[in-house]
């Protein structure tokens, strides 16, 4: 549990919004300051604009894959925790990602409290960033 | 050297005429030649030897007495339709070699015959009757093929489809899971179980929605898997299962399997695809070949109707063999797709899976019974049509 002071922030992004939007008002309840996107482009904007302590992409969207997005990401920020979001049969893809740089994957469908800890895991906390 | 030896079909020749010692000779001129020709001296005992032991070329003499040459042809052809016929024809009858021509005879030699131009003619007879039997063995096998390539890839693709379906149903199922959980967060925190109402009905909004998305893949599957099937049409079942043993005849002679059948005189039409029912009796009846084919036996295809106090009118079709049954440990599994007792690349184990994948869509089911060295039982019974409605070719699902 987050203690208020300074709230992790947290960009999720994937192009599901019935899905985002209730992860966020979800997280929201816990604690976290949540946004969303819901494609490649939509996210590397927020990206750019705003400073995040993770982040969680999925690895299948329409236009930009999660992995492309995991590699502008690592450019952006490289210091950027990212989780990603499988679904079934693409163990290639999870590889790549970590390769890349991910610092963990969930597969889908995912449980709540299993992302809550994971991303609490994973979030720089708000002072340490470079 | 007879030149159709690599043929499959030995050339079993048969000469008819009655001037015995005319037809001796020819006969033993015809066996210095390589030939082994078995002699008749009448059309009636012509037509008695073709049917306890059809040969596939008949040479005939025009003029007989008793039956004559050409009504012996008719009835020869009538009956066997695959045997080729040589007539002789004297000087003066020239005209009944053109007629036989007509009824189906594959030519005509006149007397006095050169034993060579004879011998010539009986090899082009029987080259034709190895050629035709080929042609309908692939026929057979190509369509037999196409069939267990179509089920096959439907197999295949059944795993991918698994996969989309799984894919395309997790995102809706997901969201439902944590717009439930979250109505259960807001629970936890309220004062006596109270939920804003507007948040309550905002995720109820949502769960149904996602709801009615998964309804619809799995209405659109349900749509997918009727478009598979295959054509109907009216028929008859007893119709098929004469033309299914035509075709089979000559692979169950070479195992010694005998091919009987007690078919319903009075067995109404069905509406089925032709080429399902033709599947599913290919695939019993080679299984009760493959059963036998040591020691030989007998198949038996029976057709029924059958009045069931439960299901009412019922159409039975029975395939039954005296090969060595199928085992206790073994029966409960023999309708699972792959499983064969076959060697590896013998058998794929899916004919009667194919054969209950049938059966099952056209609302019948198909059992079997056994008692391990008395042979084994398949029967299939089909709805039959209701009576008064004649039997309409279904338009296509789409
Ligand atoms: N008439 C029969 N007598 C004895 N055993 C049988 C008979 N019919 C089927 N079986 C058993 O059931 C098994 C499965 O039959 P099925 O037709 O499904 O596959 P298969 O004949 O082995 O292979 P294929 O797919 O090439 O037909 C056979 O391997 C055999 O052991
Ligand atoms: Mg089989």
Known sequence: MQDGATPIRLLIVDDERGFTEVLSKRMTRRGLRVDTAASGAEAVRMLRTQDYDATIIDLKLEGMDGVEILKVFKLLDPGLPILMLTGHGSETAVKASMRLGAADYLSKPVDFEALVAKVLNVARQGGDKA | ?398
């Open chain 2, 1 to 398: 050297m007879l030149h159709d030896e690599l043929a499959e079909a030995p050339l079993d020749l048969l000469l008819v005429d009655d001037e015995a010692g005319f037809r001796d000779s020819v006969a033993q001129r015809l066996q210095l030649r390589g030939f082994a020709p078995r002699t008749a001296g009448s059309g009636e005992e012509c037509l008695e030897v073709m049917t306890s032991q059809p040969a596939t070329v008949v040479v005939l003499d025009v003029r007989l007495p008793g039956m004559d040459g050409l009504e012996t042809l008719r009835r020869l052809k009538g009956a066997h339709p695959d045997v080729e016929v040589v007539l002789i024809t004297g000087h003066a009858t020239t005209a009944d070699g053109v007629q036989g021509m007509k009824d189906g005879a594959f030519d005509y030699l006149i007397k006095p015959v050169e034993i060579d131009q004879l011998a010539q003619k009986i090899r082009q007879a029987h080259d034709t009757v190895v050629r035709r039997e080929e042609r309908r063995r692939e026929a057979v096998f190509r369509s037999q093929m196409a069939q267990r390539m179509a089920e096959t890839e439907r197999l295949a693709s059944l795993g991918t489809l698994a996969a989309g379906v799984a894919h395309e149903i997790n995102n809706p199922v997901a969201i439902m899971i944590q717009e439930a959980e979250w109505l259960m967060d807001l629970l936890q925190d309220s004062v006596e179980g109270r939920i804003d109402p507007q948040e309550l009905s905002r995720s109820l909004e949502l769960i149904r929605t996602q709801g009615q998305r998964c309804r619809e893949i799995t209405h659109n599957l349900l749509h997918f898997a009727r478009k598979a099937e295959t054509r109907q049409q009216p028929l008859s079942l007893n119709g098929m299962v004469l033309e299914i043993r035509e075709i089979m005849e000559r692979q169950a002679v070479k195992h010694h399997v005998v091919i009987d059948t007690r078919l319903a005189p009075d067995l109404p039409e069905i509406v089925a695809s032709p080429s399902e029912i033709q599947q599913v009796l290919l695939n019993l009846i080679n299984n009760a070949i493959s059963a036998m084919e040591d020691k030989g036996g007998r198949i038996r295809i029976t057709t029924a109707v059958e009045d069931h106090a439960e299901i009412g009118k019922a159409l039975l079709l029975q395939v039954a063999d005296t090969g060595p049954g199928i085992g206790e440990a073994d029966i409960s599994r023999i309708f699972d797709p792959f499983f064969t007792t076959k060697p590896v690349g013998k058998g794929t184990g899916l004919g009667l899976s194919i054969c209950y994948g049938i059966v099952t869509r056209m609302g019948g089911d198909i059992a079997v019974e056994s008692t391990p060295g008395q042979g084994a039982v398949f029967s299939i019974r089909l709805p039959a049509p209701t009576p008064g409605a004649q039997p309409q070719a279904r338009p296509d699902p789409s």
